[in-house]
DNA sequence: CGCCGGCGTGCTCATATGAGCAAAGATCGC
DNA sequence: GCGATCTTTGCTCATATGAGCACGCCGGCG
């Protein structure tokens, strides 16, 4: 009986899906009346056997954007497609993508935005159509004048999006990480350097990335850390930085004597704001999502489908933790 | 303009597809007419944005099958998913399980049926159902006595078949195919065996797989060849066996020697008949599949969606020819 | 400058689909 | 074997969707 019916309903499928007959069609195909068609599509429906899915690069996949919302406690959620992504630069660009429509329709328009940099975030900056916004000023959350030849990357991300929203950029003119601790108590007592700080404390928004722990972070390209610094925070159980952080799978600090040089907005800031987006994508940092959102540091979180799935498979509300790749 | 669009339409199609909103929702949500998002909805199925799957083991490809049916100008086709499938016995039992559908499907009803054997039909038999027709007499088409310990399987491939019909089952009580062709002869004219050739010319319909040409073959297996007997066919171009016989890509007897010595139905019966079904799955049959179905073998052709996908794209009225896996 | 043809838009109307309900049939315990 | 209950079936009605059409907008051309 229910053998029979599933066997049925899969007819009906075929004939409804594959070849656009109307129930009543079908009806009269496999001798049935239409409302057992109906019933019989209904129950393909409901055991999954009729799969849908729309192809597109800039497709998101809503359900999963619900899951994550529910189980993670998140105002809300962006999740991209996976299906036909060909490779990691494939994925950070539609991810990045989604991010700028996302900041692009995000009402209300915030005043002021404080963002972090990196390559996401550029890539971000980088899909954002002229005019997105019309003045919004965007602020440097943490500092990242650059060591090396990428110079200038943190700052034309906040250029380039101040400039296609018409608002101005304040960048912070600092270095990420200092070497000692009375340098960076410095630097922040420094008039300019505060007047940012301040500024970046009271962004009505934040938009940052986070970096995988490991030795392809932009804190070690940038000659902040060097690999054997990183592989020394692992050992202790970093999972990622965020704005220049590093913490652990419960989104802690790592390594307080380090955090104490490291110029930015504290992490709190992040986790008391009323909006803060994340974004992150790629395998290699689903363990630094799970840190960010299972610790609070976002309240919108624009991901892909992999980390999304990752997410919300592996959500437990805090405390250590095993992880992936 | 065509760009917006674009991005609408999959906007909408996520809020249909995904969420069950009615067209009408999607329109406020988006500030679009329902009309306007019927169109893009329209759009999108056209562009191939949207794909409809049914992932079920026994679920069929019916567009394939037309596809198939029209290129290849066979009368029917039959085209079973490959969604899912884990391994070469999964498939092939797919496979079989939609051929012994389509066989009790099949009106009108054969008073005789001619089969091959081997561990297709085999599966063929044991898929069909108890009564799956009233009366059905089988007779093999092709010399079989194995002389291994899998002996009786192609017995009782023809007896499970007939017996469940209700009818029943004539077997041809001689070798495949024999090392001389004055013993092949002398069977051939024997007074039984001769009786069961001429059923089986009579039958009203065919059933048969086919081999892949290499040392896993049946005949192979069986004794009646020698591994290297098989690479010196598939040095002069055998593709695989039909009914015992090796042909190449065109359909051709590859070896008229060795042909002489195999009993059972000649090709050209096959080809003249009103309702032949070939049943062949599996990458490594691809290309004994083209030849079968560009030779006109087979009126009525059972497969997965890969081979089936493989011939409509391979599809050229029969010449020489390349080939894969 | 104004006319015409093509296209996109929003409409009317016919059709297809889904919700809810009453009757028929199956299933179980007694 | 019989009735109560629970499921399944075919219906009516409300709703959602698709076809076709008239209108208005735009660009080319006289």
Redesign the interface.
């Known amino acids: 009986m229910i053998e029979s019916d ?2 049925l309903s ?1 007819r009906a ?3 409804y ?3 656009d007959k109307t129930q009543d069609e079908i009806g009269s195909i496999l001798a049935l009346t239409r409302w057992k068609v109906g019933r019989l599509l209904a129950q ?1 429906k409901a055991s ?9 690069p ?6 999963v954007e619900r899951r994550l919302r529910e189980t993670c406690g998140l105002t809300d959620a962006v999740v991209v497609s996976t299906s036909g992504v060909e490779d990691q630069d494939e994925l950070q660009s539609r991810t990045a993508q989604a991010a700028a429509d996302y900041l692009a329709a995000l009402r209300p328009v915030p005043r002021t935005l404080g963002i972090s940099w990196g390559r996401t975030l550029d890539d971000v900056s980088r899909h954002l159509e002229d005019g997105w916004a019309s003045g919004v000023d965007v602020v440097q959350i943490n500092g990242g004048v650059s060591l090396n030849r990428r110079a200038g990357t943190a700052a034309s991300t906040a250029v380039t999006m101040a400039q296609k929203a018409g608002g101005h950029a304040t960048l912070l003119p600092s270095p990420a990480i200092l070497e000692r601790l009375e340098t960076k108590r410095a630097i922040e007592s420094d008039r300019a350097v505060a007047a940012v700080l301040s500024l970046a404390a009271d962004a009505d928004a934040y938009l940052f990335s986070a970096g995988a722990a490991d030795a392809s972070s932009v804190l070690v390209d940038s000659g902040y850390l060097t690999p054997d610094d990183v592989a020394e925070l692992v050992r202790r159980g970093a999972v990622g930085d965020v704005v220049g952080r590093y913490v652990d799978a419960s989104g802690a600090i790592v390594d307080h004597g380090l955090d104490g040089r490291t110029i930015g907005l504290p992490l709190e800031r992040l986790r008391a704001a009323q909006l803060s987006i994340a974004v992150i994508a790629g395998a290699a940092k689903h363990a630094v999502a799970r840190a960010v959102v299972t610790s609070g540091l976002c309240t919108v979180l624009v991901t892909d489908e992999e980390t999304a799935l990752h997410l919300i498979e592996n959500h437990r509300p805090v405390h250590d933790s095993e992880d992936h790749a």
């Open positions: 599933e066997l899969i499928a075929e004939l899906y594959e070849e393909a999954g056997f009729i799969r849908i899915e729309i192809v597109h800039r497709a998101r996949r809503l359900p």
